[in-house]
């Protein structure tokens, strides 16, 4: 009889795969990185689900993927304090980034949308037009993140050691948007979309949460390749603790408040990151 936790285990054996080749190809591929695969696997996913499941798409799904898409691509054909990494190493330019970003914010938010037409794990009440829940889910976003934005902000100077220098606010709210909506259309949406659609028949009851659980700690240690090529052991504590203290909410509020509420959230710290010049 086949174990029920088997498409876990793979799942979980494929991300680690990822994350081991990266470390391995390091000094091959320099401009490579652990998100910028995920992101590609999200994307294409998610065309999948749309390929397959468009049908179910409602006016409003398409306007709203579109909104985000054509928001993020003109945004940072304006952002001055965001700068992402090269694509692969190919993709520099800001009008390339723009048209890259935008479009898997597209993809991403078509592909996430398809799977909460077919009771997906996390809500994106916009779409929908929802304004009220909407509203709600940004403002409690906010509330929640708010206090740990400021900690976040605290521990950037303490760990990166150079003092506060004060950027243009205006810049600040603006480009936050960039990692608020692209990283949580793509990890928060897409891909714990795809993950719960692989475990569902194995896990039923506990789909949700394992593949949301999945999705928070890809995203989590994406964001420490050059950590752990220089101390592994304290990525995989700062991992760690940024699954703690800024996934599990993230988690939550997408799966309780909606998409908005994780971006609400996320915004929120980037705000404040890039405020005082980090």
Do not use: C
């Amino acid at each position: 009889m086949k174990n029920k936790y088997t498409p876990l285990i793979l799942l979980s054996a494929a991300a680690l795969a990822i994350f081991f080749a990266r470390a391995w190809l390091a000094n091959k591929f320099t401009d490579w990185y652990t998100f910028q695969v995920f992101e590609t696997l999200t994307v294409i996913g998610s065309i999948f689900m749309v390929l397959k499941g468009y049908r179910a798409l409602r006016r409003g799904d398409w306007i709203a993927a579109l909104v985000l898409g054509v928001a993020i691509g003109i945004g940072m054909l304006f952002a001055t304090l965001f700068s992402p990494y090269p694509f692969f190493g190919i993709v520099r330019a800001s009008f390339g980034q723009a048209w890259l970003r935008g479009g898997f914010t597209f993809l991403s938010a078509l592909g996430g949308l398809t799977i909460m037409r077919m009771g997906g794990p996390v809500p994106f009440h916009a779409a929908s037009g929802h304004w009220r829940e909407t509203a709600r889910g940004i403002l409690v976003g906010l509330a929640v993140g708010l206090p740990l934005a400021a900690l976040n902000a605290f521990a950037l100077q303490l760990t990166q050691g150079h003092p506060i220098e004060w950027q243009n606010p205006l810049a600040s709210l603006l480009d936050a948007l960039q990692p608020g909506v692209v990283e949580e259309v793509i990890y928060r949406f897409a891909m714990w979309g795809l993950l719960w659609l692989i475990l569902r028949n194995s896990l039923s009851r506990q789909s949700v949460w394992a593949a949301g659980a999945l999705a928070t700690l890809v995203h989590s240690y994406s964001h420490l390749d050059d950590l752990f090529l220089q101390s592994p052991l304290a990525a995989l504590i700062m991992g760690a603790v940024l699954t703690l203290l800024w996934g599990l909410p993230l988690l939550i509020l997408a799966r309780h408040r909606g998409l908005e509420s994780a971006i609400a959230f996320h915004w929120i710290q980037d705000v404040a990151r890039f405020l005082i010049g980090f």
